[in-house]
Nanobody, 125 residues
């Protein structure tokens, strides 16, 4: 599975950005697509995830109410709508994919087997 992110950029605090992740395929009958981010000098953290079949969504506490993840199974595309952005959201954002294997932790980076190259998001104060 090849993943390609797009939509990163620079924005002022309070602004919005939309990230997209195009997957070459969804080979699993049930999988998860996630967004992770890694700021300079920090560990990679889970931001949001969505199950491809049930569309159940998960969010990190730090982005709840501000970010929305969605999926278009027909287009193999996952979108992360980011509103009310803060300087603390500045990071490289990565798309990830995996087959659902129980137990599955949707916001843990080691749950995922496929990763995109990342797209930079910078929020200026």
């Amino acid at each position: 599975v090849q993943l390609v992110e797009s939509g990163g950029g620079s924005v002022q605090a309070g602004g919005s950005l939309t990230l997209s992740c195009a997957a070459s395929e969804f080979p699993w009958s049930s999988g998860s697509m996630g967004w992770f981010r890694q700021a300079t000098g920090k560990e990679r953290e889970g931001v949001a995830a969505i199950y491809t079949r049930s569309t159940t969504r998960y969010y990190a506490d730090s982005v709840k109410g501000r970010f929305t993840i969605s999926i278009d199974n027909a287009k193999n595309t996952v979108t992360l709508q980011m509103d009310s952005l803060k300087p603390g959201d500045t990071a490289m954002y990565y798309c990830a994919a995996a087959s659902l294997r129980l137990p599955f932790r949707p916001l843990r980076y080691d749950s995922y087997t496929n990763w995109g190259q990342g797209t930079q998001v910078t929020v200026a104060s």
